[in-house]
């Protein structure tokens, strides 16, 4: 079992940047790939970001790429989603999510957190 809590949503400018953490509790953090997916009013939950058990390959949603970026730090068991250049449209929910795989996953993801709600103004 594997729980996953979400934190560093907040309000933002667009423009702006922010950070997600997201701190797994299990005992072989390094065994799972992990990834951040995202909910917007209305629509529904999509893949923004993944990345393998080491750190060492990831893999990002067009919407997303070149603006933000993921990484881990095993030794913390947590995962992170570094947000730059934040638009409008990045507004949702953002989730962190866990698969039993050593490589980079984009969908079929077994465990998942609470979410941390992220809102850019215009």
């Known amino acids: 079992q594997v729980q996953l809590v979400e934190s560093g949503g907040g309000l933002v400018q667009a ?38 058990w080491s750190g060492t390959s990831t893999y990002y949603a067009d919407s997303v790429k070149g603006r933000f970026t993921i990484s881990r730090d095993n030794a913390k ?31 079929g993801y077994d465990y998942w957190g609470q979410g941390t709600q992220v809102t850019v103004s215009s």
Not at 34 to 40: C, E, N, V
């Open 15 to 52: 423009g702006g940047s922010l950070r997600l953490s997201c701190a797994a509790s299990v005992r072989t953090f390094s065994s799972y790939a992990m990834g951040w997916f995202r909910q917007a009013p209305g629509k529904e939950r999509e893949f923004a970001a993944g990345i393998n």
């Open 77 to 107: 068991n947590t995962v992170y989603l570094q947000m730059n250049s934040l638009k409008p449209e990045d507004t949702a929910v953002y989730y962190c999510a866990a698969h039993p795989n050593y490589g980079v996953v984009t969908l």
